[in-house]
């Protein structure tokens, strides 16, 4: 019994080893046949997972899972896009290193700090920026700028203007510019009013000086600068020995102007009426009468075997002095800003009647208005010759004292003068139209020397 039961259990036993997983023979059961590997990444290729399966038995799985390693091929740039790999190394020998290549979208530019460029003028202001990434790659923009005074400038203080240069561009800023503004006194460049109406530009004695202190500084002057005024604390002042109209002129504070005395005056910017402006150019006529002239100072003058009429303007002594004398210590500072113009002659009331040697149209720096001007409505005035107190204008101080003729009488024409225009009259050689004290124009003899002097300029603004 005990021989054949040893024999049963190894009959047994060598069956289980030779029959393994069917009719398999026992060296295969741990051969396990995987089909071809996958791998799947996650959504951000941070990591890989590697699987096989035993074709026999979809149980028996392989599976390793990596993080991935990402290295940098190319960098984008402005132009193109870059490019990056992602790698997945196993450990299991029968996974394979896998790669993962990715497109790096172009880079946006990246500019570096903004510059701006004023021009020498401040009418316009460029704004530039380059790309870090490309130097090639630029943008620019140029803005024209405007103007306008933060502060007017004052006898007393400096004033404020700025210029101010607006982009299209949201990436550049919007600039401003400061310029001081110089006191008023010196003159040297156009300050227009708040209200648009008035100008200040140039410089002439205006107002006299009756503080003793001063007075006592003012006499130990003895040179005079090169436009012909003392200068004193940088302020201008000038001086006179009165020869007054009529002995019982008086100065604005009050007191007499007596024949013979040296007075002095303080240099003050010249204050003009805006007659007109088209663009950046204006049309100005002073707004007070500022110094006295005859129109002709001798009959009888020949040119060139011609004679000269005592009215006519081209050859005339007030033209002559205007454009030199005057023009030569009211803009000495700085006479940039006037324009040469051509106006005509006619004369009033009617077209000019010359012979064919003197001409209707003149150059000039400085002028005076015509006859016509003083009627021309949109210059403010009435198309009337009547008395009217718009055409009325003020002598000042120094022209008091040079012998200009005012208006003493104490109501609205005090102080008030007669004033040249430079029309010839139609009816005699000899005369010439002016403004009367009272507005209204009528004919005067041209070699009068007491008559006011209203000059009118051109100026440009740019």
Request: proline share 4%.
């Amino acid at each position: 019994m005990k021989k054949h039961f040893k024999l049963f259990l190894s009959l047994t036993i060598s069956c289980v080893i030779l029959s393994g997983c069917g009719e398999t023979p026992v060296e295969n059961i741990h051969e396990h046949v995987y089909d071809n590997p996958t791998y799947v990444w996650s959504d951000d290729f941070s990591i890989c997972t590697a699987t096989r399966v035993c074709v026999e038995n979809n149980t028996h799985k392989e599976i390793e899972t990596v993080n991935s390693v990402y290295t940098v091929i190319s960098s984008p740039t402005c132009d193109s896009n870059g490019s990056g790999v992602y790698t997945a190394t196993f450990v299991n020998p029968a996974f394979k290193k896998q790669t993962y290549e990715v497109t790096i979208e172009t880079a946006p530019h990246e500019y570096g700090e903004i510059s701006y460029t004023w021009s020498s003028d401040y009418s316009t202001c460029t704004a530039k920026r380059i790309c870090n990434n490309n130097s090639s790659h630029i943008e620019t923009e140029t803005a024209d700028s405007s103007y306008k005074v933060i502060s007017p400038a004052t006898m007393d203080s400096e004033g404020l203007g700025r210029y101010t240069a607006q982009f299209k561009n949201a990436a550049f800023e919007q600039q401003n510019h400061d310029i001081v503004l110089e006191k008023l006194y010196y003159g040297n460049y156009p300050q227009i009013s708040l209200d648009g109406n008035t100008l200040t530009y140039g410089l002439y004695p205006q107002n006299n000086v009756n503080d003793e202190t001063l007075l006592s500084s003012l006499n130990e002057l003895s040179a005079t600068e090169s436009n012909g005024y003392y200068l004193y604390n940088d302020v201008y002042y000038a001086k006179l020995t009165a020869k007054p109209n009529d002995p019982q002129e008086k100065f604005d504070n009050g007191n007499s102007i007596v024949e013979g005395e040296t007075y002095w005056f303080k240099c003050e910017p010249i204050t003009w009426n805006i007659l007109s402006k088209n663009n950046d150019e204006y049309y100005l006529l002073s707004s007070v009468l500022i110094d006295n002239h005859c129109y002709t100072s001798e009959y009888d003058r020949l040119l060139d075997g011609y004679y000269i009429p005592n009215n006519d303007f081209e050859y005339s002594d007030i033209r002559s002095w205007l454009n030199n004398e005057f023009f030569n210590s009211a803009f000495a500072l700085n006479n940039s800003y006037i324009q040469l113009v051509t106006v005509d002659t006619p004369r009033a009331p009617e077209p000019a009647d010359f012979t064919e040697q003197f001409h209707q149209s003149t150059q000039n720096k400085v002028y005076l208005p015509s006859y016509y001007d003083y009627l021309n409505t949109s210059y403010n005035f009435p198309d009337s010759t009547e008395p009217t107190i718009i055409r009325c204008c003020k002598t000042t101080d120094w022209t008091r004292a040079n012998g200009a003729f005012s208006w003493s009488t104490e109501d609205e024409y005090k102080n008030c003068g007669s004033y040249l225009t430079r029309s010839p009259y139609t009816n005699h050689n000899s005369f010439v139209y002016e403004v009367d004290v009272n507005g209204g124009l009528y004919e005067t003899r041209s070699l009068k020397a007491n008559l006011g002097v209203r000059p009118a300029i051109t100026i440009k603004l740019s």
